[in-house]
């Protein structure tokens, strides 16, 4: 019987219960001493376990569900601290209607130690873009398809064999998919917003607006509004924090021309030709080990700046916003979405919602048979650029390890419904 970690987890600690409850009825003389000690132990095993999960032994990585097309995004935060956080809030209002903002980059002004994040973010997302580029149009490349009918992507010499296909006729093709060639953009998903000037004076775009404020990736707007400067995308930059009147921001400053108060940030790195020349000179492996180390450092700075920088994201659909509030564009056509006026149910949004990682079905041999669909659940996932940087040569990660079910050990096609 194949049994993954949790599994085997679950059992260890069962039989650690039946340990320890043997040891302390030996030990207690009366019934509430008994169930006193017991609880005291599994408290602190459980303790313990919890402690060697944060430390990174015994990391267990699963493949989310996903989400059905009626049910809402699980909140990053509970709704009951947000209660209380709302609460408190208007309580402080109530007490100190006027005040000056104190802490940034609610004031209008920058987070200091973000500004060299921004910029390294930004280096990140190019480096990134242009590694996938050279993996999947180099040579050697490596094959990237996608369904004609739905999003399902896959990585490898072959199109996978599972019937998951939910797109348009996909009845009378056995739920089979209709692969055609991919590229980079397929690999990454980079949610896009509208691109705020004044990210505290006017924090909404409203719906007759939409028209005329530029669309970016998230990712870069994120990286502007924490000390980036775009040629393209111009913002505000301030120097003395604004006040809070009874909820409302009023900015004294004097008004400026675009792109003033901007010389104590550093310049941003231009990148040319002579940028990737060392790239260019890399193998296939090392091409492979910085792209995939390229992306984990734009989610580790990305992660950062959301820690500082308001995103939200649609509670139903995949819009994302970056600045204090969400925008009042009338977009949405998820769910429910009849009794929102097309407005979005904007709730606090996580990094997959930024980045999204585009899970993808392991491949453990690319030069072997597809994979075949009676063996679906023995088969694991992970996101598209890990799944490809791994087929170029990178090391396997630690943390996707479980995630892509290399401890168990595929039965032959022949087998597969002898094992239980």
């Known amino acids: 019987m194949l049994l993954g970690r949790t599994t085997q987890r679950l059992q260890l600690s069962h039989i650690m219960m039946k340990i320890l409850q043997f040891q302390i009825n030996s030990s207690a003389p009366s019934n509430s001493q008994k169930r006193m000690l017991l609880s005291k132990v ?13 430390g990174g032994e015994g990391l267990y990585n699963d493949v989310p569900r996903p989400q059905k097309k009626w049910e809402r995004k699980p909140y990053a935060t509970p709704m009951k601290v947000l209660i209380h956080r709302a609460k408190e809030e208007k309580k402080a209002r109530q007490e100190k209607p006027c005040q000056i903002i104190e802490h940034a980059p609610e004031n209008g002004l920058l987070v200091p130690e973000l500004i060299e994040v921004a910029h390294q973010v930004h280096r990140d997302r190019i480096s990134l873009l ?12 490596i094959p990237v398809h ?7 992507l896959h990585v490898g010499w072959h199109g996978h064999e599972i019937r998951t296909c939910q797109g348009p006729g996909s009845g009378s093709r056995n739920s089979y998919h209709v692969w055609r060639k991919g590229g980079v953009k397929d690999i990454l998903g980079f949610a896009y917003c509208y691109h705020l000037f004044d990210r505290v004076g006017k924090p909404r775009v409203g719906h007759k607006e939409r028209l005329n404020v530029p669309r970016l990736p998230a990712i870069m707007e994120l990286c502007v509004q924490a000390g980036l400067n775009l040629d393209d995308y111009p913002t505000k930059r301030r120097t003395v924090p604004v006040y809070s009147i009874e909820g409302r921001i009023v900015d004294f400053e004097a008004h400026k021309e675009e792109g003033a108060n901007v010389d104590h940030l550093p310049v941003p790195v231009s990148f040319s030709d002579s940028t990737f020349e060392e790239e260019e000179n890399m193998n296939l492996n090392e091409l492979a080990t910085k792209t995939l180390s390229s992306w984990l450092d734009l989610r580790a700075g990305a992660m950062k700046m959301m820690k500082k920088y308001n995103v939200v994201t649609c509670g139903y659909c995949p819009e994302v916003q970056v600045g204090p509030k969400g925008h009042k564009v009338r977009m949405c056509k998820a769910a429910k979405h009849q009794f929102r006026d097309g407005q979005h149910a904007w709730q606090e949004a996580t990094i997959d919602d930024l980045i999204s990682p585009n899970f993808v079905w392991h491949v453990r041999n690319p030069e072997g048979p597809p994979l075949a669909n009676v063996l679906k659940r023995y088969y694991g996932k992970a996101p598209a650029v890990v799944e490809l940087c791994i087929q170029a040569g990178a090391p396997i990660l630690k943390e996707y390890t479980s995630m892509m079910r290399l401890d168990v050990v595929l039965p032959d096609l ?7």
């Open 414 to 420: 022949d087998e597969y419904d002898l094992v239980s």
């Open 130 to 141: 242009h590694g996938l580029s050279k993996l999947i149009e180099g040579y050697p490349a």
């Open 146 to 152: 996608r369904c004609r009918f739905c999003s399902e």
């Open 42 to 54: 599994i408290r602190e095993y459980m303790d313990k376990e919890e402690e060697e999960e944060e």
